[in-house]
Nanobody
Framework: QVQLVESGGGSVQAGSSLRLSCVAS????????MGWFRQALGKEREGLAR????????WYAASVKGRFTISRDKDKNTLYLQMDSLLPEDTATYYC?????????????????????WGQGTRVTVSS
C-alpha cells in the first residue's frame, strides 16, 4: 500500500517562501504522476500542480503559476512544492497525491477521483 507523508507547512508572513515535501513509501514500482492539491476552510479541494515520473512534464494551475514550482527526486521517492511570494489566499491544507502504475496519461487535477493515493495534509498559514 502506497503511503504519502507531507511535511514543511507552517505559519509565515506574506511574501515569504516555504518548501513542502512529500515522501512516498510502501511500493516497488514507480509512481508515474504525482501532484499537489490544497483545500482552504469552507472551499473545495483545488489542484495546483502535477509532475510526471522524470520531472520533465509539469502543469500548474493559474492561481500558482510563476510562484510555485513542483519537482521530484525519484531516487529519494520525494515530491516537493517550492512556494514563493506567498499570499494570504494561499492559506490552506496542502495535500500530495499520486497515481499507481499503469497510468499512461496525465490525470486531471480537476478530478480527485483520478488520483489513487493521498497524504494526510500539511497546514500552511500566510498572514498579511
Amino acid at each position: 500500500q502506497v503511503q504519502l507523508v507531507e511535511s514543511g507547512g507552517g505559519s509565515v508572513q506574506a511574501g515569504s517562501s516555504l518548501r513542502l515535501s512529500c515522501v512516498a513509501s510502501g511500493y516497488t514500482y514507480s509512481l508515474p504522476y504525482m501532484g499537489w492539491f490544497r483545500q482552504a476552510l469552507g472551499k473545495e479541494r483545488e489542484g495546483l500542480a502535477r509532475i510526471n515520473l522524470f520531472g520533465d512534464n509539469t502543469w500548474y494551475a493559474a492561481s500558482v503559476k510563476g510562484r510555485f514550482t513542483i519537482s521530484r527526486d525519484k531516487d529519494k521517492n520525494t515530491l516537493y512544492l517550492q512556494m514563493d511570494s506567498l499570499l494570504p489566499e494561499d492559506t490552506a491544507t496542502y495535500y500530495c497525491a499520486a497515481v499507481g502504475s499503469g497510468v499512461y496519461f496525465p490525470p486531471p487535477l480537476t478530478d480527485q477521483k483520478a488520483w489513487d493515493y493521498w497524504g494526510q495534509g500539511t497546514r500552511v498559514t500566510v498572514s498579511s
